[in-house]
């Protein structure tokens, strides 16, 4: 029987190095950067079908998720220092 690997919540950000501080805020904000570009999408399909009122902003929507999704910090370089 194998044991299972409990870890302790981090309750202080500055015990973690700077390479995983700058690891997991780049994580962070690409999952919000795909959240907001998921509810985007969202939001253009509902006005496509009618069940929110569409004022010209699906394809708006649309181009928002792009952008948020091509200019997200995944596969970049890293830049600057933490």
């Known amino acids: 029987m194998h044991a ?8 202080n950000w ?4 700077d390479d995983l501080q700058l ?3 780049r994580e962070a ?3 919000a950067a795909m959240k907001i570009a998921t509810q985007a ?3 253009a399909e509902e006005m496509e079908i009618g069940s929110l009122k ?3 902003g ?3 929507l649309r181009l928002l998720a792009n952008v948020v999704r091509n200019t997200s910090p995944r596969g970049q370089g890293v830049y ?3």
């Open 58 to 60: 699906a394809e708006a």
């Open 80 to 82: 600057g220092n933490a």
């Open 23 to 25: 690891i997991l805020s």
């Open 41 to 43: 999408e969202v939001l």
């Open 4 to 11: 299972i690997a409990t870890h302790a919540p981090v309750t």
């Open 54 to 56: 569409d004022l010209g």
């Open 14 to 17: 500055q015990i973690l190095s």
């Open 29 to 31: 904000l690409y999952t």
